[in-house]
């Protein structure tokens, strides 16, 4: 079983950053693709970025290409959204995921990650 647990949200400013966290549970944490999703209210929830177990590769939706940027610390089984220049429409639940299945790229379809957290709200104020 894995568990997920998302901290670091909160309120900021447009074209200010916040930085979030998830720590996971795990034995096997490091064969783990780690994504970040989003869902505003009243829309679906989105793919936001990714990042492969093997290689640290990663990929980004065009929305946050440029500005956002997913990294992973194995040792300590924590993954990080850096996000920078957040604009209103950022605004949502941001939810980390976890796919065990140690597939060669990462999916930007929440329904290839088996585990979630709660979500942690990011709200940006105009």
């Known amino acids: 079983q894995v568990q997920l647990v998302e901290s670091g949200g909160g309120l900021v400013q447009t074209g200010g950053s916040l930085r979030l966290s998830c720590a996971a549970s795990?034995?096997?944490?490091?064969?783990?693709?780690m994504g970040w999703f989003r869902q505003a209210p009243g829309k679906e929830r989105e793919f936001v970025a990714a990042?492969?177990?093997?290689?640290?590769?990663?990929g980004y939706a065009d929305s946050v290409k440029g500005r956002f940027t997913i990294s992973r610390e194995n040792a300590g089984k924590m993954v990080y959204l850096q996000m920078n220049g957040l604009k209103p429409e950022d605004t949502a639940v941001y939810y980390c995921?976890?796919?065990?299945?140690?597939?060669?790229?990462?999916?930007?379809?929440?329904?290839?990650?088996?585990?979630w957290g709660q979500g942690t709200q990011v709200t940006v104020s105009s």
């Open positions: 995921a976890a796919d065990p299945k140690r597939t060669l790229i990462w999916s930007t379809f929440s329904s290839a990650y088996d585990y």
């Open positions: 990042i492969s177990w093997i290689g640290g590769r990663s």
């Open positions: 795990g034995r096997t944490f490091s064969g783990y693709t």
